[in-house]
């Protein structure tokens, strides 16, 4: 990651047997490089639709100010860039207010918590695609932007009944690739601005969760995490470049 953590905490959870990590940053690893791939699914629909179909917003100042309405008063709020976990701070824009003003979503709990900022505290990017993961199903789903055109599906493993994944409406704010990618989380970790409902904290982290790999690919495609969602190893190194730091995400039942 942007920024060298602990190999401590990482080898602490090792030491419990804990395979799915709720706070995603940790472990040895840096920021993940842009990579080139292949989609592993044909598109079955042609769908007109804008170039881009959202938006992220990276911040460009040390303290972004959060807001309850455009033009509101200063309620002290703030989010600070980087983050405590030393990444840079993202959203994932919602709609554009008058003049100067944006509402974003941001990682934090209660879950879809969204705030007002000022445009000119970041810089907008675009996102194509968007994943929808079918939790009962056990699958992950990349669509082109609002349409039903998949480029990439692949089986999961998800949270168990007593620690499900969450269900709503999240996007992906950390991209991290790991050094170790045989370990536990495989190769890639993709933060999700999405916290446990019944986890509030988990192994030093607020309960957040994950999409990345596992050194257990025989347990995909059950209820086998903490709430976080495992891949292989493949299909997370697939999936990683089209799903980029702003990317919607959606849990279903």
């Known amino acids: 990651m942007r920024g060298r953590v602990v190999l401590g905490l990482l080898a602490a959870f090792l030491a419990v047997g804990l ?5 995603p940053r940790h472990g040895d690893s840096v920021v993940a490089a842009p990579t080139t791939t292949t989609t592993t699914v044909a598109s079955t629909t042609t769908t007109t639709q804008p170039a881009h179909a959202f938006e992220a917003a990276d911040a460009v100042v040390p303290e972004v100010k959060l807001y309850d309405a455009p033009n509101g008063p200063d309620t002290g709020d703030s989010l600070p860039n980087p ?8 959203f994932l824009v919602k709609e554009h207010g008058p003049p100067g003003w944006l ?3 941001i990682s934090r709990r209660p ?7 000022h445009e000119s505290d970041v810089t907008l990017r675009p996102v194509d695609n968007r994943i929808v993961i079918q939790r009962d199903e056990r699958i992950l789903t990349l669509y082109k932007g609002n349409t039903d ?5 692949a089986p999961v493993g998800v949270g168990t009944a007593a620690t499900p994944t969450p269900l709503g409406d999240f996007f992906i704010d950390v991209v991290v690739q790991l050094t170790h990618p045989g370990g536990v ?3 890639f970790q993709l933060s999700v601005a999405g916290f ?18 596992t050194n257990h690919p025989e347990l995909i495609g059950g209820f086998i995490s903490n709430g976080c969602v495992r891949m292989t190893n493949e299909d997370i190194t697939t999936l990683q470049p089209m799903a980029p730091v702003g990317t919607p995400v959606q849990v279903i039942p």
């Open 19 to 23: 395979v799915v990590v709720f706070w």
């Open 83 to 90: 983050t405590v976990e030393h990444v840079p701070l993202a």
């Open 103 to 105: 509402k974003v979503q």
């Open 111 to 117: 879950n879809g918590s969204t705030a007002w900022i």
């Open 149 to 153: 055109q998949v480029l990439f599906q």
């Open 185 to 187: 989380y495989g190769p």
């Open 196 to 213: 446990s409902d019944v986890l509030q904290s988990f192994g030093g982290g607020p309960g957040q969760i994950a999409i990345h790999g």
